[in-house]
């Protein structure tokens, strides 16, 4: 221990020698830090100036300095995307080669490009499909089984990538139905509607001799089919099922009769590219209503 | 005659004693601790041997599972998420076998500190026994303690850093093989082996041999008995461990005292003299530094070298052995009692002795009582049921397991013939090494029926779907309802999955919904 005689600066309360500073009578001890603590401090500052001389560090007026090792996190993600598009591009061209049947037969590529159809579905469909594919009214629910365009793979693809009355693809869906406010008389419409009702109602196809019959034969069977089958070639809807897309109760049905409303889609074939858009018809069909 | 006993009197003081205490900043006093021989020396070489053994040979062990699995006998599987060990495999959803293990490993650290004190810091702690390697290495290279001590006061010159260069560079080596050891357990060991030796291994596998090389190399090899005293919580957690019926290591004061270095001649002048030579062979001896005749101190791992240090010496002075021991407190306060006829005078060995010389009959010794306590009995249940639940559920583990996910958005889809259905995602997990075929079907849901994408229901409604080995297989299931019979919202039904070459059978109850009421 330490000689106070021998050390002006020995506090002697505590047995510390002090620094020797005195303000007011107070001193202040001296304790270092423990030595391999302030080892560790400069090691850290060696460590944090190399690095500047590694890696992107000291502002310039327009820029900063890019580090010797040219690291950039930008190019990290370039790389990080280009090696994930490198590790499904077997994927890819086995997809791309394949048709529908061939996809949805394979259990490995119907599992891989129902996977990535979904993710496409999330990113392009939901905002009319909705997350779930369940639609809403006039659009479509593409979880049930009843189709306006068709229900097998070829034409759920069909319909996806060229769309329905889409003006920008030459190939699109395209009907309409005239507006017969301006062809039928309104109790005319009224009847037709009721008929038109009654097909849905489970009850089976109306007497013909019903109020409508007629009307609906003569305006209605050409495009919807002599029972209300409806027809995909066309787009006509089956108006004897129990499903309906846009309207429910006779109103509503002779409001779509007088002046129609019809559906929109954008051709997504050349926005998102064959592939894609095969694996956006296996998550479509994945879902459980296809034919 | 004693004086004339070859008794080397050992220039050895503890580093930071009660009688020195020294300040908290002081900078650290080197130890070097003298080679002990004896019984509990002859123990832990045993233990270093086999906990090293363990540590090293383990992940080399090889075990046939068949051609489905890895066949290493110990493989923590990361990337497949599977722990493999003999012939348990474990998946993520049963890691609470491995927090049973943890529990029995704390109860059964509880139960060894209640009854012999410090066990796991003196013979087992990773940190003990790499220390004790690291002072094999550095006495085989710079001598026993004095030729050390006298090394460490030299100046550099040639011979010295020879000396020095090579124990740090084994120490190194020792470091980087218990880095290489340990991610061996993480991959299939050979095939990983030659991988980090021709640079073909992962980043992360060299990342892990450096992290560890240089905990093993500081820890081991510098900071030493500064980790136990300053880093570890466990001897802090001691004070609430131990009881006055727990081992420690212990100076037996009431037959040591009063220690005289000239025995003989202070007796032959009349003066009270215990067994105590004040030698220092038990502090030079000692890896933490300490006198163990201050009493039960913090950095006391107990060790027991200094037992072995002390017995050594007693036996060339032909006293028992014994003066330092594993005692408890419970004896040591007795036999104290005895040696101070209760307190009331100061130590006077004689009253231990009978007037032949002979140790006092009416001493205690350890006996079977101190270990069989409430306490311990109780810590000792509570292991043993906590094990025999693990093993009851291992045994009765299902290794065919069955989770159903309702579709929720949407929750049912009205088809067009206005029946309705609803969406699961069923997943099978197949939880052992062999490929097998489940037959999957629902029952309790009247006139329905069911579509699984990509397989064909055979005659009797069952599919039979394919799971590979040691997989969980997914499949989407549509089970529909005619409108007129799914008149309630919810219906509870149950999908049975059976394996089609064993007894084994899962159901799960799940539910159909619809929007209720008949249309």
Request: some cysteine.
């Amino acid at each position: 221990m330490h000689d106070p005689h021998k050390d002006p600066h020995l506090d002697e309360l505590s047995g510390v020698s002090t620094t020797g500073h005195e303000w007011d009578g107070i001193k202040e001890l001296n304790n270092p830090l423990p030595r391999w603590w302030v080892v560790s401090f400069y090691a850290c500052i060696v460590w944090a100036l190399v690095y500047t001389v590694f890696y992107p560090a000291w502002p310039l007026l327009t820029s900063a300095t890019t580090g010797v090792l040219g690291y950039s996190s930008r190019a990290d993600v370039r790389s990080e995307l280009a090696a994930a598009e490198a590790a499904r591009s077997g994927y890819v061209a086995a997809i791309k080669a394949a048709d529908m049947q061939q996809i949805l037969a394979d259990e490995t590529l119907r599992t891989v490009a129902t996977a990535a159809g979904s993710a496409a579905f999330k990113v392009n469909c939901i905002q009319c499909h909705g997350s779930g594919a369940q639609g809403s009214k006039g659009f479509p629910n593409l979880n049930d089984d009843d189709w306006l365009w068709g229900g097998t793979p070829e034409q759920i693809l069909t319909t996806i990538a060229h769309g329905v009355r889409a003006p920008e693809d030459a190939d699109t869906h395209v009907s309409e139905m005239p507006a017969f406010g301006d062809i039928l008389k309104p109790e005319e419409i009224a009847s037709v509607a009721t008929f038109v009702a009654d097909l849905s109602n489970g009850t089976g196809f109306p007497e013909e001799t019903a109020p409508g019959a007629q009307i609906f034969a003569q305006n209605c069977a050409s495009c919807h089919g002599d029972r209300g089958e409806g027809n995909q070639e066309m787009g006509a809807p089956n108006l004897a099922d129990s499903l309906s897309l846009l309207v429910d109760g006779e109103e509503a049905i002779a409001a779509q009769i007088r002046a129609p409303k019809h559906g929109v889609m954008p051709a997504w074939g050349g926005r998102l590219g064959d592939v894609t858009v095969k694996e956006l018809a296996a998550y479509v069909y994945s879902l459980g209503g296809g034919k | 005659m004693l004086e004339k006993m070859d008794i080397e009197r050992l220039d050895a003081e503890a580093v930071n004693s009660q009688k020195q205490r020294q300040v908290l900043y002081a900078p650290r006093k080197k130890i070097f601790p003298k080679r002990a021989s004896g019984g509990f020396r002859r123990f832990k070489w045993l233990i270093m041997a086999i906990t090293l053994g363990i540590y090293y040979l383990v992940p080399w062990l090889r075990w046939d599972r068949g051609g489905y699995a890895p066949d290493q006998a110990v493989l923590i599987d990361i990337a497949n998420r599977r722990f493999y060990f003999f012939f348990i495999e474990i998946w993520p959803q049963e890691f609470f076998y491995v927090a049973g293990l943890l529990v029995m490993a704390g109860l059964g650290l509880f139960l060894l500190t209640s009854t012999v004190g410090r066990a796991w810091c003196g013979y087992t702690c990773p940190q003990t026994v790499w220390v004790d390697l690291f002072l094999v290495v550095e006495r085989a290279i710079e001598g026993d303690r004095n030729a050390r001590i006298k090394l460490d006061k030299e100046s550099y010159s040639p011979r010295k850093l020879v000396l020095r260069t090579t124990k740090h560079v084994i120490w190194l080596l020792i470091a980087v093989a218990t880095g290489g050891a340990w991610i061996f357990y993480f991959a299939d060991a050979p095939t990983l082996l030659v991988d980090v030796f021709t640079g073909q291994a992962e980043i992360v596998a060299y990342s892990t041999i450096a992290c560890l090389t240089a905990t093993t190399y500081i820890f081991g090899g510098l900071m030493r008995e500064q980790v136990c005293t300053y880093m570890c919580p466990w001897p802090r957690i001691q004070a609430a461990m131990l009881d006055e019926a727990s081992l420690t290591v212990t100076y037996n004061d009431w037959r040591g005292e009063p220690r005289s270095r000239h025995a003989k001649k202070s007796a032959a002048q009349g003066a009270v003299v215990g067994d105590c030579v004040d030698c220092n062979a038990c502090v030079a001896v000692c890896p933490m530094g300490i006198d163990i005749r201050d009493g039960q101190q913090l950095e006391c791992i107990t060790c027991a070298l200094c037992i072995d240090a002390c017995d050594g010496v007693m036996d060339k002075l032909g006293r028992e052995r014994g003066l330092i021991s594993y005692t408890t407190l419970n004896d040591y306060n007795a036999n104290m009692a005895l040696a101070t006829a209760g307190g009331t005078q100061p130590i006077d060995p004689a009253r231990v002795r009978t007037p032949d010389g002979k140790l006092a009959a009416t001493l205690r010794h350890i006996s079977l009582a101190s270990f069989l306590r409430p306490r311990t009995l109780l810590y000792a249940a509570l292991w043993s049921l906590v094990g025999i639940g693990l093993v009851y559920a291992l045994v009765t583990r299902d290794r065919l397991d069955v989770n159903v996910l309702h579709d929720r958005n949407p929750q049912f889809v009205m088809l067009s013939d206005g029946s309705v259905r609803n969406g699961y995602t069923l997943k099978i997990l197949n939880m052992i090494a062999k490929p097998r075929v489940m037959a999957v079907r629902i029952e309790g849901l009247p006139q329905s029926s069911v579509a699984i994408a990509g397989n064909e229901a055979q005659g009797d409604g069952t599919f039979l779907v394919p799971v590979e080995p040691d997989r969980l297989r997914s499949l989407k299931v549509f089970v529909t309802q005619p409108r007129h019979v799914a008149d309630k919202q919810v219906q509870t039904f149950r999908f049975v999955i059976e394996d089609t070459e064993g007894p084994e059978t899962k159901t799960y109850t799940a539910t159909f919904q619809a929007p209720g009421g008949s249309k």
